[in-house]
Nanobody, 118 residues
């Protein structure tokens, strides 16, 4: 069955770094748009970054550009999110997403908590 398993979340001080990883299985990873989203209680889930099958990248809010880097490894069925210079407002549950619009397929991981606090 389809699985997206995130790891790498945790507690970090402001200005610190974390790298999130998502390992996918159960579908043809290389054919899917892969992305990271985040959500805080009471707010809608928002795009952090996504990467197409061709490697084209889109980041969400301007505040993420230059601090976050998304990458994918089709050989390992993995998508990573490197986060630098983390801010308190980056605190959220981060979700891995796999999408293939042509077939209306959309998969989510279980989420990993990132807490930025001193």
């Amino acid at each position: 069955q389809v699985q997206l398993v995130e790891s790498g979340g945790g507690l970090v001080q402001p200005g610190g770094s974390l790298t999130l990883s998502c390992v996918a299985s159960g579908f043809t990873f290389s054919r899917f748009l892969m992305g990271w989203y985040r959500q805080v209680p009471g707010k809608e889930r928002e795009l952090v970054a996504r990467i197409t099958t061709d490697g084209d990248i889109t980041y969400g809010a301007d505040s993420m550009k230059g601090r976050f880097t998304i990458s994918r490894d089709n050989a390992k069925n993995t998508v990573n999110l490197e986060m630098n210079n983390l801010k308190v407002e980056d605190t959220a549950v981060y979700y891995c997403n796999a999408a293939r619009a042509l077939f209306r397929l959309n998969y989510w991981g279980q989420g990993t908590q990132v807490t930025v606090s001193s």
